[in-house]
């Protein structure tokens, strides 16, 4: 058996667990999109479902309910926009802001897509034995690092342990 560093660490390397498991999956999403021809990167799967949702709307109102800083929004809507799934335009009230919305290439692409979608949902629900607990521990951390960041509490943590 094949020894695993960052499993054995157990809660000390939660971040590391979950980044590994967040970098396979994107690998194997990756991987399926190049061998069926799809043009597209994992990471842009949340700003097609927001956009089909939502229409047009601003790299903010993209960001806010994603929780991504503004500046990894532009660079992710840049290269959707580059490969012709975005169109972007500039507000008619504000000329600073971008009016983001799906092109007709995505428009065209949605029905593949959300079929790919599925299959990957459905092949995520298999995985967790359809036990859908490990999202309450998500959204519990989550909560957690909204009321009160990681930096500030490893920081409390760090000068209890110093006396400072």
């Not at 660490?9 to 999956?25: E, H, N, P, V």
């Not at 994992?42 to 790299?59: A, C, T, V």
């Not at 660079?75 to 971008?98: N, S």
């Not at 957690?144 to 930096?151: A, G, P, R, T």
Request: aromatic share 10%; with cysteine.
């Amino acid at each position: 058996m094949d020894f695993d560093f960052i499993k054995d660490l157990g809660y000390k390397a939660l971040d590391s667990r979950l980044k590994r498991i967040s970098d396979r999956m994107s690998h194997d999403v990756r991987k399926f999109y190049k061998e069926f021809g799809i043009d597209v990167e994992p990471n842009w799967y949340l700003i097609f479902m927001l956009l089909q949702k939502q229409g047009e709307i601003s790299i903010t109102d993209i960001a806010e309910p994603l929780g991504y800083s503004h500046p990894s929004v532009v660079v992710i809507v840049k290269k959707m926009a580059d490969k012709g799934y975005l169109t972007i335009k500039r507000d008619r009230a504000d000329k600073r802001k971008q009016i983001i919305s799906l092109s007709s290439k995505s428009t065209e692409m949605l029905p593949q897509l959300e079929r790919v979608w599925d299959s990957c949902e459905k092949a995520i629900l298999k995985m967790l034995s359809e036990d859908l607990a490990i999202l309450g521990y998500l959204d519990h951390i989550d909560q957690e690092l909204k009321n009160d960041s990681f930096h500030h509490r490893f920081k409390q943590e760090y000068l209890k342990s110093t006396n400072l």
